[in-house]
């Protein structure tokens, strides 16, 4: 007999909450923020309208299903079921944060601050979840599926990201590396620069199409379902031995950029999350990929 749906409801911790951890009440948190020029009340006003949307998507899901929660910070140690139907609530970034755990399973995201959010993932507001989560969950559910990038080194490492993967130092230091494009029989070049950063049509909103406008590329950035990434480097270096000659690009289906290290340490991670990141040392190679899963997020 088959499981019943899971409902999986993601959410982040709130500045709010954030803020009581570090002060310890309501008033030192107060008295901290009106000592910078800041309202607490603002926000407190956020973090209440976090927790009803969250309460009013909890109270949508069927009385047949199951349901749990998992905060952003444990996303990397839950374990996500094939009968999942993942409910993000929160912002944008989230589902993003969420995308790289999964394997197929239904997305619906849920604003939980309207207005303040570009809605580009959380599509849906909070009192529509009740008609939206048992249409996830059926045979014929309207999906978007959304390009994955995907970085794999040579011991096998794997990191996935929604948005983009960036491959540089941790720190300031200069990033240097050979870089090489799969399939296209030009020579790899020694470059130095502050990295890389590969990324999706859904990135194309963010940082990618910062680095795009800040050199005003010509590149088509591609759509969040083509399969098609954008490379870019960022500030390389021209010198005696490292050159400039490959700073963007694209990616198709089955090509690969390929950086082989040369420097002691580097790191690549997706989405901005550092604390989930691949350590890349000298003379290791990263190759990044379009990747074969895809985000199923519910239009």
């Known amino acids: 007999m088959s499981l019943a749906p899971r409902a999986v409801l993601v959410h ?20 901290f923020l009106s000592a910078r020029g800041r309202s607490v009340e603002a926000v407190r006003e956020r973090h209440e309208r976090a927790h009803r949307a969250l309460a009013e998507v909890a109270g949508a899901v069927p009385l047949a299903w199951r349901q749990t929660r998992v905060e952003r910070a444990d996303l990397d140690r839950f374990l996500f ?12 970034g989230l589902v993003a944060n969420a995308a790289k755990y999964l394997t197929g399973q239904p997305v619906v995201g849920i ?23 048992p249409h996830a969950a059926g045979a014929g559910a309207v999906v978007d599926e959304l390009t994955m990038v995907e970085a794999v080194t040579d011991d096998a490492q794997r990191l996935l990201a929604l948005n983009e993967i960036y491959v540089g130092p941790p720190g300031h230091q200069t990033a240097r590396y050979t870089l090489g494009l799969d399939g296209t029989g030009l020579p790899a070049e020694a470059q130095a620069s502050s990295g890389v950063l590969v990324g999706t049509g859904t990135g194309a909103t963010g940082w990618l199409r910062s680095l795009w406008e800040q050199r005003s590329s010509t590149l088509a950035l591609p759509a969040p379902s083509d399969a098609r990434l954008a490379w870019f480097v960022r500030e390389a270096w021209p010198s005696p031995t490292t050159g400039t000659t490959r700073v963007e690009g694209l990616l198709a289906a089955g090509q690969g950029l390929r950086l082989t290290v040369e420097s002691d340490r580097l790191v690549a991670f997706g989405d901005g999350v550092e604390s989930d990141a691949l350590h890349l040392t000298w003379g290791q190679t990263v190759t990044l990929t379009v990747a074969g899963p895809r985000l199923r997020l519910v239009g």
């Open 12 to 31: 982040r911790t709130t500045e709010y909450e954030e803020l009581l951890a570090r002060h310890g009440t309501h008033g030192q948190a107060a008295f």
């Open 81 to 92: 079921g094939p009968e999942d139907v993942v409910v993000v609530v929160g912002q944008d």
């Open 111 to 133: 604003d939980a601050d309207p207005g303040r959010n570009p809605g580009v993932l959380v599509r849906h507001r909070a009192d529509q979840a009740w008609r939206l989560l």
